[in-house]
């Protein structure tokens, strides 16, 4: 089973407050990503990491920010939360090299009222 | 960019087989298959490696034609557990090493 962790689960906010959403993992994975899904719909890489201070923006736009400053850590910021953020945030990560998965977190549902 | 699956939503009895496919407009280094139930995370069933490498779950087959740019996952005998939407993910190489594009996702329903 796969040790990559998540925080809050849900989180129900209101407009324009900051928020970081959590992501930890403990198998000590090089590679790790962010994804944004509405429910019933595909997940969309927001940004990725494969290394500690490297972080780089996904294939869908997004104002949020992240940092990787340590290997088993990768956070998520939204400076200032609005409705249009409402969505299930997925990290995942996956070890280096091509063959190998990427292990989902059990995500973060954000709703920003 | 997206790859785009078909069929969009299935609907089987207990024990009958089922194909998802997987298309790409761009070149594939590899592909992966994962199974999302309803409020859970995606979980891993296959990946298919350029020149013929495969890992994933004994019961779940999949094939990779990389100069169609393609990918199929079969499901065979299928069990009421394997309900979920299925996503594939392409995977490209130089720059985007890693780096995942999801399809649009087929949901899959197996009924008793």
């Known amino acids: 089973e796969a040790d990559i962790y998540q925080t809050p689960r849900y989180l129900v906010i209101g407009t324009g407050k900051k928020i970081t959403l959590e992501c930890s993992q403990t198998?000590?994975?090089?590679?790790m990503y962010w994804y944004q899904q509405d429910p019933g719909m595909e997940l969309h890489l927001i940004h990725y990491?494969?290394?500690?201070?490297?972080?780089e923006k996904g294939d869908l736009s997004s104002e949020s920010t992240v940092s990787r400053i340590r290997t088993e850590h990768f956070p998520l910021t939204l400076e200032s939360a609005r409705p249009s953020h409402t969505s299930q945030y997925l990290c995942?990560?996956?070890?280096?090299?091509?063959?190998?998965?990427?292990?989902f977190g059990p995500g973060t549902r954000l709703t920003v009222t | 960019q997206q790859p785009v699956q078909s069929p969009q939503a299935v609907i089987l009895r207990e024990g009958e087989d089922a194909v998802i496919n997987c298309s790409s407009s761009?070149?594939?280094?590899?592909v992966h298959w994962y199974r999302q139930k309803h409020g859970e995370a995606p979980v891993f069933l296959m990946i298919?490696?350029?020149?013929?490498e495969q890992k994933g779950h004994e019961k779940i087959s999949a094939s990779f034609n990389e100069k169609k740019q393609q990918s199929s996952l079969y499901l065979t005998a299928s069990q009421l557990s394997y309900s979920g939407t299925y996503f594939c993910?392409?995977?490209?190489?130089?720059?985007?090493?890693?780096?995942?594009?999801f399809g649009q996702g087929t949901i899959l329903t197996v009924h008793p």
């Open positions: 995942a990560s996956t070890p280096r090299g091509l063959s190998y998965e990427q292990y």
């Open positions: 198998m000590g994975h090089d590679k």
């Open positions: 990491s494969y290394g500690v201070n490297s972080t």
């Open positions: 761009k070149a594939l280094y590899s």
């Open positions: 298919l490696l350029k020149g013929g």
């Open positions: 993910g392409p995977g490209a190489g130089g720059t985007s090493y890693g780096k995942l594009t």
